[in-house]
């Protein structure tokens, strides 16, 4: 699986083979298709996925904290993480 983010970020053409055990803090996922994306064990802070489709993506142990999850689709996404 591979995504480019939308051009609203710092790095504009950043593509995912994984996510896995990755530093993904502020980035902007908004409206991005990640749809089968590994993100265990990243750290997702202050990461933007407003609107983004979050279908069966693994956020198993990663830091979401402080990050936008408005109106994303995450249906099947596995959630086992801690909130610092």
Known sequence: MSCSTNGNSSADNLKIKTGQNQDFSG???SGQDLTD???SFSNL???NFE???LLRV????S???GANL???IA???IFQMRIY
């Open 75 to 77: 249906n099947y996404s």
């Open 58 to 61: 693994n956020f198993l142990h």
């Open 37 to 39: 994306t590994n993100f």
């Open 45 to 47: 802070s202050n990461a």
């Open 70 to 72: 408005s109106f994303a």
């Open 27 to 29: 980035q902007d996922f």
């Open 51 to 53: 609107d983004a489709n």
């Open 63 to 65: 830091n979401l904290s």
